[in-house]
């Protein structure tokens, strides 16, 4: 199986300092990827090289098997979706055409989307239920409002690698447990890659197959996400004390006959 992202020997700078220090890792189709670690450890800049946004210095990074440094923007565009910590929406346009623009690297127009296109609009739009914002304008929406519709334009494009760089942050009890939901749905259902930049251990545990850790640039493990994410590794990380505790875990369960939850 070729690994949809895939990482040999990779170093990362800026100025004279790496960044990253030899990465290596393979990420496969239907896996789900939480990468976890301290404040400026390298948790950011690893998802700009995977995004094809910052080349390596050392190393290659790999796209379904291609070389990334060797493929434009558009067809990079076709087959991976990268959401950074504060998305760039334009403020002049609606939610719906914001969302319509993750159909541009097909080939498609906001302005003026054929069928299929506005099908895939219409489907993100009610997956992070935006049915009642789509038609405001961005710039009236609140930010977590405007997180789910960046979010949504990602996934309008249709990728096989889904990059989302602290998805939650803005997103509100209810919003977060949704977007976990529709992360596991896409790599079950449709063998999405997914890699998440995420600060939350236990929602990383839950929501993740796979977790890498990175310390000052460098992985410090790799593997299944339980046991990647150990009580004993993160508190030796981290260097502080953990206690385990039972929580609740949020969950979006439709609820036949109950009215819907106002705007």
């Known amino acids: 199986m070729t690994p949809s992202i895939e990482l040999d020997a990779v170093h990362v700078g800026y100025g004279k300092t790496d960044?990253?220090?030899?990465?290596?890792?393979?990420?496969?189709?239907?896996?789900?990827?939480?990468?976890?670690g301290p404040n400026g450890s390298g948790k950011s800049?690893?998802?700009?090289?995977?995004?094809?946004?910052?080349?390596?210095?050392q190393g290659t990074v790999r796209l379904l098997g291609e070389a990334i440094a060797s493929l434009d923007r558009g067809r990079i565009a076709r087959s991976l979706a990268y959401v950074p910590q504060d998305a760039e929406i334009a403020f002049d346009f609606t939610a719906r055409e914001v969302v319509a623009m993750g159909r541009a690297p097909h080939g498609a127009s906001w302005r003026?989307?054929?069928?299929?296109?506005?099908?895939?609009?219409?489907r993100e739009i009610e997956r992070f239920a935006l049915e009642n914002l789509a038609d405001r304008a961005v710039?009236?929406?609140?930010?977590?409002?405007?997180k789910?519709?960046?979010?949504?334009?990602?996934?309008?494009?249709?990728?096989?690698?889904?990059?989302?760089?602290?998805?939650?942050?803005?997103l509100?009890?209810?919003?977060?447990?949704?977007?976990y939901g529709i992360v596991r749905e896409l790599a079950e259902t449709a063998g999405v890659t997914v890699v998440m930049v995420l600060h939350d251990f236990a929602a990383a545990q839950r929501a993740a197959s796979h977790a890498m850790l990175l310390g000052?640039?460098?992985v410090v493990a790799t593997g299944e996400a339980g046991a990647t994410l150990s009580h004993e590794r993160l508190a030796a990380l981290f260097d502080v004390e953990l206690e385990t505790r039972e929580v609740l875990v949020p969950r979006v369960v439709p609820r036949p006959g109950l009215p819907r939850a106002p705007k």
């Open 19 to 36: 960044t990253l220090r030899e990465v290596t890792c393979a990420m496969n189709a239907g896996e789900t990827w939480a990468i976890c």
């Open 45 to 57: 800049t690893l998802l700009r090289v995977m995004a094809g946004l910052l080349f390596p210095r």
């Open 112 to 122: 003026g989307e054929d069928t299929n296109d506005a099908k895939i609009v219409a």
């Open 139 to 146: 710039e009236a929406l609140s930010g977590g409002e405007r």
């Open 148 to 170: 789910r519709v960046a979010l949504a334009r990602a996934l309008a494009q249709e990728p096989k690698v889904l990059l989302l760089d602290e998805p939650t942050a803005s």
């Open 172 to 179: 509100d009890v209810k919003n977060e447990a949704r977007l």
């Open 216 to 218: 000052e640039g460098q």
